[in-house]
């Protein structure tokens, strides 16, 4: 029996991958950006700032349920392309707009295009998790390597090009994760279109696990709100100091799914996602009594690995549940997500200005993730899909719940001809695609290292060639923030070199 997966299902992810990096990167620095921008190139008011970004969230609420029934009926490798060329068309808008009108139509453009690309993306991702469960881990690193990649660029880029220059660069990043997915390949999903069950049918097979969904994206989509007004507000720190804060908790995004994708083998997904709302809610009571900048840089890095952990577990059970129908089951997945997004930061932009408001917002997201930890072990077995010890081994909807945990043995003999995975669930190709990732973060870090070099600001060119400095400049702030940024990249390199490095030795002793 083959041990690894066709050939043609690991370039399909590929692609997936590079793709989701491509977009998700330019997404994120946006959102990061766009206020700024707003306020300072098109001297909005509040106000107006606020219903330029709800315009966004509203249209792509809006356009999910649609976008998903489209990536039930056609081809999702063309329509994700198609809607990251609308995203393209976006950025496009948002670095031409000279005033309120122009960005408004930038931001309805660039919902509509969100909606169409992750769903169909998602979708088609999905498609894969019989040959590979960890896809979507997989997928959430490859989003985590865009964003990551994508600050760094900016923030280093931002001086020179302004934020016109890097909306321009971002067009051209969705643009080109549009042409990634243009690739022909031969469909191995068989669509039944008339066995489609409808959103409603859907929502209510899944709505246990959307109500945790939906109730864990209010807590920390309004915490993370909350953590950028206290950086701005509170500790007075410019922009580019707030995007060093969240740097390494974007760079665990890349390093932790596939990590994490093990304890969920072993462990079971009920286990796993409980502790991960419990990680999410110890983040909370941290920021409650507004500790310093790099005590929530520390604490931010909990949370994303929590997220890491609990957003590829949410999506293969939706994936499971929602049998042929993955472009619909994506749509309301994503709709309660964004919906408990907008609610919950509604809901901080107005307790934060009140008095003891931002601790009553702290307390209440604590709650809620802890309210969220309690009924997510019931709501996966009400859907009723594996979430055992073993469940990422094998993929198969309507399994048998927790209460009656699956052998691995089971679980690979379910897995069916050419699905057979190793003891740990991870295909050979996997640990492959793995090393293929390091050289592509070893190339983006050399060429970074180029261009910082070009300024003074790399830091392993300052530290080898530009001393001696004494210990405190090699550990401590050493005053210029790019640089300070350029030594935590490094730092996580090396981990990422040795990580991947002992992975690789592991499994060959294992051979």
């Not at 580019?240 to 969920?264: C, Q, R």
């Not at 749509?331 to 997004?341: F, R």
């Amino acid at each position: 029996m083959s041990t690894s997966a066709p050939p043609s299902v690991s370039a399909r992810s590929e692609r997936n991958g590079l793709a989701a990096a491509l977009a998700r990167g330019p997404v994120e620095v946006l959102d990061f950006l766009m206020p700024l921008w707003a306020g300072e190139a098109l001297g909005l008011s509040p106000a107006a700032i606020g219903a330029l970004a709800a315009v966004e969230t509203l249209v792509s609420l809006l356009t999910r349920p649609a976008a998903g029934i489209l990536a039930d009926r056609l081809d999702r490798g063309r329509l994700a392309a198609a809607g990251a060329g609308v995203y393209a068309v976006a950025f496009a808008g948002y670095a031409l707009a000279d005033g309120l009108g122009v960005a408004m139509v930038a931001a309805v453009t660039g919902g509509v295009g969100g909606a169409v690309f992750w769903i169909a993306l998602r979708a088609r991702v999905a498609e894969e998790m019989s040959a590979d469960t960890s896809a979507f881990a997989r997928l959430f690193a490859a989003e985590g390597t865009g964003t990551w990649v994508a600050f760094v660029a900016a923030l280093t880029l931002l001086p020179r090009v302004d934020y016109r220059g890097v909306f321009w660069l971002g067009a051209a990043a969705c643009a080109a994760a549009g042409i990634t997915l243009l690739h022909r390949e031969p469909a191995d999903v068989t669509r039944e279109a008339a066995r489609t069950p409808r959103l409603r049918s859907l929502g209510r097979r899944l709505w246990p696990l959307l109500g945790v969904v939906a109730l864990t994206a209010l807590a920390e989509s309004g915490v993370a709100l909350l953590l950028l007004l206290d950086l701005q507000r509170r500790h007075g720190l410019e922009p580019v100091t707030i995007a060093l804060v969240f740097l390494p908790g974007f760079v665990v995004f890349s390093i932790a799914p596939e990590f994490l994708h093990t304890l969920v083998i072993r462990l079971g997904r009920g286990p796993v996602m409980v502790a991960a709302l419990v990680a999410s809610a110890m983040f909370t009571l941290v920021l409650t009594p507004a500790p310093g900048p790099w005590v929530l840089a520390a604490a931010w890095v909990l949370a994303a690995a929590a997220f890491a952990a609990a957003v590829p577990i949410e999506q293969a059970v939706v994936t499971e549940a929602a049998g042929v129908s993955l472009g619909q089951g994506m749509a309301v997945y994503e709709s309660a997500n964004l919906l408990g997004m907008t609610i919950g930061t509604l809901g901080v932009g107005l307790l934060y200005g009140a008095a003891g408001g931002r601790e009553v917002a702290c307390v209440l997201a604590t709650l809620l993730l802890l309210t969220a930890a309690v009924l997510v072990r019931p709501a996966l077995r009400r859907i009723g899909v594996l979430t055992g010890v073993g469940v990422g081994v094998g993929v198969g909807a309507h399994g048998r719940g927790e209460d009656d945990p699956p052998a691995i043995a089971d679980a690979a003999s379910d897995a069916g001809p050419g699905r057979a995975v190793q003891g740990d669930g991870h295909r050979p190709e996997s640990l492959l695609s793995s090393a293929r990732g390091w050289w592509v973060h070893a190339a983006v870090y050399v060429v970074a290292q180029c261009v910082l070099a070009d300024s003074g600001s790399s830091w392993p060119v300052e530290a080898m060639f530009d001393g001696p400095h004494d210990s405190r400049w090699y550990w401590n702030f050493s005053g210029e923030r790019l640089l300070n940024a350029d030594r935590i990249w490094t730092a996580v390199f090396v981990l990422d070199t040795f990580w991947t490095l002992g992975r690789v030795a592991v499994n060959r002793l294992r051979r």
